[in-house]
């Protein structure tokens, strides 16, 4: 059997979207399952909207992921250079194969005049098709049209226009008349390759067995196939991944329908695990309810025929389900020390001076609360810093604001001095005294507990009281009462 090599080619033109990254994990889970080779290439002819540092971007957003590449940038290889810009002679190469074959032809014909043809056709309510245009270069020996063609001047495909029938792996047997088939440009005016024509040659010379890309390049595909057979290249498994769409399900998902690029969700404190669970998710299931899925999970499960030919509407909500999902799977699976090195950066900067051991603390307590990891700077302030008393968020809360102010205090003098007394400050002791202050009180448990968590910690939500009371220890919690019963006192 032929190894199986996939690759991804994304372009160096800004910033890692969503859709860029599931056409990197479908080929590196078929990489993977099947033994075989996954390759990341750059495809940077497109010069005019390169943008610096995006290629370090891309290498460091698919490390985060744990999408290890097995030839390309950094990771060499025998079929290099991995970057298109670095493999113009190749393009060259095969370029001139089709001249001398009759299959391509130099046309230097002016943009404007080209625009015109386009122009006329459009009026005309006409399919626009070049080759309908074709200009006399066209028809000049091959040996003529190599001397033609040099730096500066176009190279076209010269179509022999037919039907097409092939076989796509995600959208099932497709064809297509001659009408799509067109003299699309292999080498742009700069000497470099148009993508119609470099991916071509990249997957032919670096052996790739699948292509998986967007459903936008579907109706593409016969010029393709008209390459491959005029190059005499056997032609790579299609797998044509349908669009991820917008919430609203009308269209493709962009940036305005409130998508973030993968950085973003990075320092927004989404885990790489839960990001790549989703994504992958995102228009693949394998018949079963099971949603959960880590890498390894993932390179089993994978199967081509799964994938979804349809839209698979995005879903942000669900990105964050994820997440609070694999941090409570890494802190019972891993252990808190694991969870608490993806911590670093998150914390408030009250947390600074803290300790490794406390800060630890807090989160084997807050963590299963946390839907990102950049919650921890809006949930665990108090841990670090005394709360500012707002007497509004006792005297309003619903189960305290039918309490006089005197009810309050005596209920917090009780607690005081009770918690002044005890020796065991744990956890399991904690929870015995405040049970046993919650009979004496003969309050409601919401009401009794609900004074207390407010007055140690003045947040909207905190973990079980009896946790909080323990991991803030007795010298903060007992400060943090006498200042709320004084403040009730002199209010």
């Keep these: ?258 998508a973030k690029s993968v950085t973003e969700y990075r320092d927004d404190g989404v885990l790489p695990e839960a990001l790549l669970n989703y994504l992958a998710c995102l228009g693949w299931n394998d018949g079963t309810e099971q949603e959960i899925y880590s890498k390894e999970d993932l390179i089993k499960a994978f199967s081509i025929d799964r994938i979804q030919n349809s839209g698979a509407r995005f879903d942000e909500v669900k990105i964050y389900w994820y997440n609070g999902q694999w941090i409570r799977k890494i802190a019972t699976e891993q252990g808190f020390d694991e969870l608490y090195k993806r911590t670093a950066g998150f914390w408030p900067e009250s947390a600074d001076s803290e300790t490794d051991e406390y800060k630890l603390k807090v989160l084997s307590i807050i963590y299963d609360r946390l839907k990102t990891l950049s919650d921890l700077k809006t949930m665990t302030n108090y841990f670090f810093v005394d709360p500012k008393v707002d007497l509004s968020l006792i005297t309003e809360n619903k189960f305290l604001k039918k309490l006089s102010e005197s009810e309050l205090v005596d209920l917090l003098t009780m607690t005081i001095e009770r918690l002044n007394d005890i020796e065991d400050w744990s956890e399991e002791n904690l929870q015995t005294e405040l049970n046993d202050l919650l009979a004496k009180s003969g309050k409601k448990p919401a009401e009794y507990f609900s004074l207390v968590r407010i007055a140690v910690s003045f947040a909207p939500f905190s973990p079980a009281l009896h946790q909080t009371l323990s991991v803030l220890g007795r010298d903060k919690v007992l400060h943090r009462l006498n200042a709320v019963r004084t403040a009730l006192v002199h209010d």
């Design 1 to 258: 059997m032929k190894e199986v090599r996939t690759r991804f080619a994304p372009s160096p033109t800004g910033y890692i979207h969503i859709g860029n990254v599931r056409s990197a994990i479908y080929p590196y889970l078929i990489a993977r399952q099947n033994g075989g080779t996954f390759i990341l290439r750059i495809e940077d002819t497109d010069q005019a909207r390169y943008v610096e540092g995006a290629t370090d971007l891309i290498k460091d957003t698919l490390k985060w992921l744990g999408l290890e590449w097995d030839e390309g940038p950094d990771a060499g290889g025998e079929n290099g250079p991995y970057f298109q810009t670095e493999r113009k002679e190749h393009y060259h190469e095969w370029a001139k194969k089709l001249i001398l074959a009759g299959r391509a032809y130099a046309d230097d014909t002016a943009p404007e005049v080209i625009d015109s043809y386009r122009k006329a056709d459009n009026d005309a309510k006409v399919p626009y098709l070049y080759h309908n245009h074709r200009p006399a270069n066209a028809d000049k020996t091959p040996e003529e049209n190599l001397a033609l063609w040099t730096e500066g001047v176009p190279l076209r495909f010269k179509a022999e226009p037919k039907s097409y029938e092939w076989h796509d792996e995600v959208m099932g047997d497709m064809k297509t008349g001659p009408e799509v088939c067109d003299d699309i440009i292999l080498i742009k005016r700069d000497g470099l390759p148009t993508y119609n024509f470099a991916h071509i040659v990249d997957d032919a010379e670096m052996g790739i067995t699948h292509i998986a890309r967007g459903v936008e390049y579907l109706s593409s595909t016969p010029n393709y196939l008209a390459l491959y057979e005029a190059l005499g290249i056997e032609h790579p498994l299609f797998l044509s991944l349908p669009h991820i769409l917008a919430p609203t399900g009308n269209k493709k998902l962009g940036k305005r329908d409130g």
